[in-house]
């Protein structure tokens, strides 16, 4: 079920040309708007559209390149344009080049156009089909730019051969022993859907292993294949019908999401299709006996296994997870519900084959936009980290939880990142952390425990919290992350004069100031465990910078406040790019236990007026930089992607929302300096 377009032999129709087309019409003469709306729906179940649509083209028009190991493939403009589309097709030349892979000029198809599959439609779903593309999609002039194939693949005299050792060209037969759900499911899966395009393994020929000339579908058929370093997963025995319908409707289910080209079929394919067409489609591949392959989409997976702390916080892959993944994926491995896939009991994680794992994590990935989900949510590339830290960081994930998956080398990570051709890594004007080096100091118990309680202020320190907010609410990823307020080279900058307090601080009262203003709560002694234990932290950050050194991505950036901001236009910003992480009121998501995974912006449970972020400016420079995340390919959190003017605006917008007082305030700015965006 994923795209053709990754299919071994990737590509789609080659030019047509020929003959006058046949129209279908009613009685009266009159196009028959019923016919060609069911060739519609077929052409979804085809996956056509994602084939003969390239990236900002005109729908149906061809010219998207696609890679093969043998050269570039364009597919064709299949619109009824006559000169460079199908507008001069027969029904006989559309039908013969659906079935037999042969166009109208005679000449054979690559069987990257999957007419193996396309042969089994019945003859009116064929002609419904050609319905619709001859009357129901506006012609459009493109002309289909050359394939690019090298010798001898070039040749295509070969294909007869080919066609008579594995072409089959009848159409679907019912099996009388089965019920006609369970026809209907196969006549989909082996038919237009294609599904064993991707998941069925390739023999020497490059066809699937379960083809032959008889049309016999074997123990290969649907076991899974590896399809450009993608691993699309067996398909045979799937255990939950609901789990598999509510994947392909919508892109994910309660243990994995779609990525990679799979992604590309739900936008494009699946999420058209009926409900009872999906439910036959799941429960025909329910029917095939299992290869014993323990992964596809409606896998059940094993009981979920907590992780310990020793696994999360004491181990190199445990820290790599908690620094890059535990903000989306959290801490507990669970995801969040419709957000972040879970980690936790990921089919995908305990397949035999880490190939998919390996891919994601280093070219990145976009949830599919669907009708149930508009938004698009996406993983930024990690290939900027090295092979050894990625196979720490894939093997934590595919061994905890319950996972079932095996450890992954620094080789196998090498071996798809030469694969995939990657750009090469530039130098960062920040060097990143790494909370796994954490380990190799001698105070490591003392470090580590600083750095838990910058995740997890409010669990550890409850009696400190006043509001529900953690430091790395705004020092993101443990103060890791370039213009989120990093501590790099902070240490260095205390003791200083501070114009707020009026006075010269250390390190501690700054600290402080953020549990009385950013966490409404109150100061920590000086002295106390956690308070050594986070200056310790943030000491072991600062890597040996000095009080004047220059160092890019400290702070949270600057923004004019020349910019006049429009709250209203603010308004319309946070309902379409914040409110699905911090809620429609400003109230953040929670948990189902009452605890939050994001913070509330406003209320009684946010910020007070006192601190940084609620100023106007502050807040901007913040939310232009490291906002919404998830919704970019920026390293390391997908953040950012709004303009200047529209991070002003969603952030007066929400600082001037109603929150908690700071009685204090009156002694702030003793000696004046007040900026002009403060509440207060």
């Not at 679907?172 to 899966?189: F, H, I, M, T």
């Not at 399809?227 to 994995?256: H, M």
């Not at 890791?480 to 003791?495: E, I, K, N, W, Y």
Request: overall charge neutral; aromatic content about 10%.
């Amino acid at each position: 079920m994923m795209s053709l377009t990754k299919a071994l032999f990737a590509g789609a129709f080659l030019v047509f040309v020929g003959i006058t087309p046949v129209f279908s019409e009613t009685a009266t003469g009159t196009p028959d708007l019923a016919l060609i709306e069911k060739g519609k729906y077929l052409a979804n179940l085809g996956d056509c559209f994602a084939c003969h649509t390239a990236e900002g083209g005109k729908l149906l028009a061809g010219g998207k390149e696609m890679h093969t190991p043998f050269g570039a493939l364009y597919s064709t403009n299949i619109t009824p344009d006559k000169e460079t589309g199908i507008g001069t097709y027969t029904f006989a030349q559309f039908d013969r080049a659906m079935r037999k892979g042969i166009d109208a000029d005679g000449d054979n198809l690559y069987p990257a156009m999957p007419y193996t599959a396309f042969a089994k439609m019945t003859e009116p779903d064929m002609k419904a089909l050609y319905a619709y593309l001859m009357e129901g999609v506006p012609p459009v002039r493109a002309v289909t730019p050359k394939n690019k194939m090298q010798w001898p693949f070039s040749m295509r005299f070969g294909l007869k051969f080919w066609n008579m050792l594995f072409l089959d060209s009848k159409p679907y037969r019912d099996n009388p022993a089965q019920s006609a759900q369970w026809n209907r499911g196969a006549y989909l899966v082996q038919g237009l859907g294609h599904c064993g395009s991707c998941h069925t393994p390739r023999g020497l020929a490059f066809q699937e292993k379960a083809l032959s000339g008889d049309g016999f579908l074997g123990k290969n058929y649907l076991a899974g294949a590896v399809i450009e370093d993608w691993y699309a997963p067996g398909l045979r025995g799937v255990k939950s019908v609901p789990a598999v319908v509510k994947f392909l409707k919508t892109g994910r289910n309660a243990r994995t999401e779609a990525f990679g080209t799979m992604g590309e079929v739900v936008h494009y394919s699946t999420q058209h299709f009926s409900d009872d067409d999906l439910t036959a489609m799941a429960v025909y591949m329910k029917s095939l006996p299992s290869n014993e392959v323990p992964t596809s989409p409606g896998s059940v997976s094993k009981a979920a296994v907590a992780v310990s702390d020793h696994d999360l916080y004491e181990t190199r892959g445990g820290l790599g997870y908690v620094q890059f993944c535990a903000t989306c994926h959290q801490p507990d491995g669970k995801g969040v519900d419709k957000l972040f896939p879970p980690l936790e009991g990921n089919p995908v994680l305990s397949d035999h084959n880490p190939e998919s794992v390996i891919h994601v994590v280093l070219s990145g990935w976009k949830s599919p936009r669907t009708g149930e989900s508009p938004h698009r949510f996406g993983m930024p590339d990690y290939h900027q980290l090295s092979d050894r830290e990625l196979s720490e960081i894939v093997t934590f994930v595919r061994m905890k939880w319950g996972n079932q998956g095996t450890p992954v080398t620094p080789e196998q990570i090498r071996e798809v990142r030469e694969d995939l051709n990657l750009p090469p890594v530039k130098p960062s004007r920040f060097s990143v952390p790494r909370l796994a080096s954490l380990l190799d100091s001698p105070q490591s118990s003392q470090l580590i425990y600083g750095m838990r309680l910058m995740n997890e202020t409010k669990a550890m320190l409850p009696d400190n919290v006043g509001d529900v907010l953690n430091c790395s609410s705004c020092h993101l990823n443990a103060g890791t992350v370039a213009d989120a307020s990093p501590f790099v080279g902070l240490s260095a900058q205390f003791p200083s004069y501070a114009p707020r307090a009026g006075k010269v601080i250390d390190l501690a009262d700054r600290l402080n100031g953020c549990f009385l203003r950013s966490m409404n709560g109150k100061a920590l002694p000086k002295t106390s465990k956690p308070m050594l234990a986070m200056v310790a932290y943030i000491d072991w950050m600062n890597n040996h910078a000095r009080l004047h050194d220059k160092i890019p991505g400290r702070g949270v950036g600057k923004i004019s406040k020349l910019i006049v901001p429009d709250p209203v236009h603010g308004k319309e910003i946070y309902k379409n790019s914040c409110a699905v992480c911090h809620g429609d009121h400003g109230d953040g998501l929670r948990r189902t236990d009452g605890s939050y995974l994001f913070p509330p912006l406003w209320g009684d449970a946010s910020f007070n007026i006192g601190a940084g972020i609620a100023k106007t400016y502050t807040a901007a420079a913040f939310v232009k930089n490291n906002m919404p995340m998830a919704h970019t390919l920026m390293f390391p959190l997908g953040q950012g992607g709004l303009t200047d003017q529209e991070a002003v605006d969603v952030s007066a917008y929400f600082t001037h929302k109603p929150r908690p007082d700071f009685p204090d305030k009156v002694k702030d700015w003793p000696h004046g300096g007040k900026p002009s965006d403060s509440r207060y």
